[in-house]
């Protein structure tokens, strides 16, 4: 059974930087992809980039792009997003999500609990 537990959220002051992981457990999981999304309050849920444990990625969200980058520890299979020159509208709940059959933008079965990121000043 695969698990996922996001850590890394926080209070950062605009421009600042964070770095989100997400630890996964499972004896399939590189079978699976592996994605960040996030939820704002009072909003949907957004796809932020997704990534195969090959190192295929997908395209960041134009909200993010540039600023953030997703990476992988395939030895901790734990998954990471370095986030950078944070803005207050980045302020979210981040999860963590994992889907079988590979990277793709829908579809993810397997979710963190989410780690809260608040930027304010």
């Known amino acids: 059974q695969v698990q996922l537990e996001e850590s890394g959220g926080g209070l950062v002051q605009p421009g600042g930087s964070l770095t989100l992981s997400c630890a996964t457990s499972?004896?399939?999981?590189?079978?699976?992809?592996m994605a960040w999304f996030r939820q704002a309050p009072g909003k949907g849920r957004e796809f932020l980039v997704g990534?195969?444990?090959?190192?295929?990625?997908?395209d960041y969200a134009d909200s993010v792009n540039g600023r953030f980058i997703i990476s992988k520890d395939n030895v901790k299979k734990t998954i990471y997003l370095h986030m950078r020159r944070l803005k207050p509208e980045d302020t979210a709940v981040y999860y963590c999500?994992?889907?079988?059959?590979?990277?793709?933008?829908?579809?993810?079965?397997?979710w963190g609990q989410g780690t809260r990121v608040t930027v304010s000043s």
């Open positions: 990534i195969s444990w090959i190192g295929v990625r997908s």
């Open positions: 999500a994992a889907r079988p059959g590979g990277l793709a933008s829908s579809g993810y079965e397997v």
């Open positions: 499972g004896d399939s999981i590189s079978t699976y992809g």
